[in-house]
């Protein structure tokens, strides 16, 4: 996710790459990509995770959007598991007073991280839950930051997994990608961007708005409806084509 106060340089760099406020000629057929199918990933898809190991209490300063910066705070410690990759630290912010909740946080996510593939998991390093506030936050050094505030909300809507995912994308494979000529020749190439969030911030979010799409199609096609294949087809070919290419089903895998 991209803080508001990057949008001036967004636009601007649009304004480079796709011409006039980085529209394309079609309107991107959805609004956000986690909404689009809440399903693609299932709470009782299977997970990689293996286990909770609770460590210390721990002093640090993490990015709070409450604040709009990072801020000191104590948090409780845990190391998660997994079959086939490397442990995951959980910080989760001690607001919420009692240990055992804490615990419950970080195995309900460290769960849903076990169930991404592991092309996405291998450079998350680090998760930072906060009880409160609103949105996800990643960068490319491995740090996912969860502000919990709208936990109820999004596990109504069945997006926890697919917010996961989306947040993966950019720890693992946004610089990669983002970068390659194939990939910039398949946005300018496609007739619209996949959701507008993408097209408000196509360097920065085009990537994870389509990686989870592409996802869906390679790996769980059953679950996207005829009407909303119809629509991606339409839209992204190209970016599709792209994406079979570099990560075909044998990278996408658990």
Known sequence: MVKRGLQTLLVTAALCLFGPQGAKADKPPFEGSIFI????????????????????????????????????????????????????????????????????????????????????????????????????????????????????????QGVLEELFFHESVHTSLDRKIERMRGWQQAQKSDPAFITDYAEWSPIYEDVAETFLIHYALVMRPERVSRRTLRKINKSIPNRLRFLGTLYPASKLGL
């Open 37 to 156: 199918e809440p399903d693609i990933i299932k709470k009782s898809d299977t997970s990689m995770y293996l286990g909770l190991n609770f460590q210390r209490v721990v002093s640090k300063n993490f990015y709070d959007d409450r604040a709009r910066e990072a801020l000191p705070a104590e948090f409780f410690r845990f190391a998660a598991t997994y079959k086939n990759s490397k442990p995951v630290t959980f910080d989760i912010n001690m607001e919420v007073w009692d240990v055992t909740i804490a615990t419950g946080i970080a195995d309900g996510y460290g769960r849903i991280l076990g169930q991404l593939p592991l092309v996405l998991r291998t450079n998350v390093k680090h998760v930072v839950v906060h009880e409160t506030g609103e949105g996800w936050f990643a960068n490319a050094d491995g740090l996912v930051i969860i502000q919990n505030g709208d936990f109820a909300l999004n596990k109504r």
